[in-house]
């Protein structure tokens, strides 16, 4: 590994003579003193593995999971069919368990829950909506009846009087069919609604209990383009106007579209992350400004996008030179394809961005 270029001579000398016992002393206080990993999030992966095993077989579902979800987002996880997705979603919605890692969501453990916290997790602090449509409400139950039962089953709303807690319910699964635009729904049954119509109140659903997060996998999935718009659109409402924080798994390009955040699941890790910014003009046109970015994990490892080791012929190992503001990454010696590189390591137009090496790092 070639750490050399562009270091100004003192720094290269201070570093050979390596820290201080000071500087050392430093770097523990800071170290002892700083946040842990996920402090300020609402749902906190960190190194979250899950293996399965079939027939004497492992498959690696979830391979060291790093992923930080902070308060009141609206997100989506986005990969090809495999990468673990909906995986990690039914370990944040309380249904499966990891096998090694941490999980936190809402200050809940999902490692050391017991059956009866579990339970009421399930219940009280996360939402889900499935794509299966019939899969969110009970066929025999109509709209509203569909939405009063999570509450029902928690207990709540707390009032003092039966009669006055089922008036309460009732009062507050109304309100979220309207919210939804599905009050027409509220006394038809799921066969009554269309796939819509019951998407939306499954959504109401997963908000009965007033969860901080909600979760979705492909909740648009058995739609078509238009509805499946309209259904994205419930949820930014819920997002905007509860503050829940919402996590969408979808395969829909113009779902993952529309959020400021989606991250990119490769291999059973998060591999990158699209963020945002949506901005109107002074004329009323509506722009988005994109940059992808690739997630360092808490290992410090991190995944190229394929395109750019085919595109330079990277396999099995890569020099890696750190510069001043920035890391090089170049195919091993006489791997690369020709062009635009020096033996130094760095690339013709001097700058350490040659054109053979992926530079990572550079601040954005
Ligand atoms: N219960 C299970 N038993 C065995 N293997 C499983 C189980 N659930 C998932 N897997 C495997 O784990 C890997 C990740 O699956 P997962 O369903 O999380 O992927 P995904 O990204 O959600 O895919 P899709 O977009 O097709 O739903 C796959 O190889 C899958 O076959």
Same mark, same amino acid.
């Given at each position: ?99 090694? @890692?941490?999980?936190? #969501? %809402?200050?809940?453990?999902? /490692?050391?829950? *017991?059956? $009866?916290?579990?339970?009421?997790? !399930? &219940? ?18 109509? @709209?509203?009846?569909? #939405? %009063?039962?999570?509450?029902? /089953?928690?207990? *709540?709303? $707390?009032?003092?009087?039966?009669? !006055? &807690? ?199």
């Amino acid at each position: 590994m070639s750490t050399s270029g562009g270091l100004h001579p003192a720094d290269r000398e201070h570093r050979e003579a390596g820290p201080s016992l000071d500087e050392l002393r430093a770097r523990v206080a800071a170290e002892r003193e700083r946040p842990g990993y996920g402090h300020d999030a609402l749902i906190t992966c960190d190194r979250l593995v899950r293996i399965f095993s079939t027939d004497g077989v492992e498959v690696q579902a979830l391979q060291g999971v790093d992923l930080t979800v902070a308060p009141g987002e609206l997100m989506a996880l986005v990969g090809a069919s495999g990468s673990g997705k909906s995986t990690l979603l039914r370990i944040l919605a309380g249904l499966d368990v990891p096998t090694a @890692g941490r999980s936190v #969501v %809402a200050g809940c453990d999902l /490692l050391t829950m *017991g059956a $009866a916290e579990r339970l009421r997790y !399930r &219940r009280e602090v996360v939402g889900f909506v499935w794509q299966q449509t019939a899969h969110n409400l009970l066929p025999y139950l109509t @709209g509203i009846q569909n #939405v %009063a039962m999570p509450m029902q /089953l928690s207990g *709540g709303p $707390a009032g003092s009087r039966w009669g !006055r &807690r089922r008036r309460l319910r009732a009062g507050r699964a109304a309100d979220l069919l309207e919210l939804l635009q599905v009050g027409h729904c509220r006394d038809r049954r799921p066969e009554q609604m269309s796939g819509g119509e019951q998407q939306r109140v499954a959504i109401a659903v997963a908000l009965a209990n007033n969860p901080g997060v909600v979760l979705a996998d492909e909740p648009t999935g058995e739609l078509d383009a238009e509805t499946g718009a309209m259904i994205f659109d419930a949820f930014r409402t819920v997002n905007r106007e509860l503050g829940s924080t919402v996590v969408i798994v979808t395969h829909d390009p113009a779902v993952a579209g529309e959020v400021r955040r989606s991250v990119a699941f490769r291999d059973g890790r998060a591999s990158s992350e699209v963020l945002r910014r949506f901005a109107t003009d002074e004329h009323g046109e509506e722009s988005v400004e994109e940059r992808e970015y690739a997630v360092l994990d808490r290992a410090g490892r991190l995944q190229l996008p394929r395109q750019f080791l085919e595109a330079l012929g990277m396999e099995h190992r890569v020099e890696v030179s750190l510069e001043p503001d920035h890391v090089g990454v170049w195919p091993e010696h006489g791997t690369a394809p020709a062009a635009g590189r020096r033996e130094d390591g760095v690339g013709e137009d001097g700058t350490g961005e040659g054109g053979a090496g992926e530079d990572v790092g550079r601040s954005a």
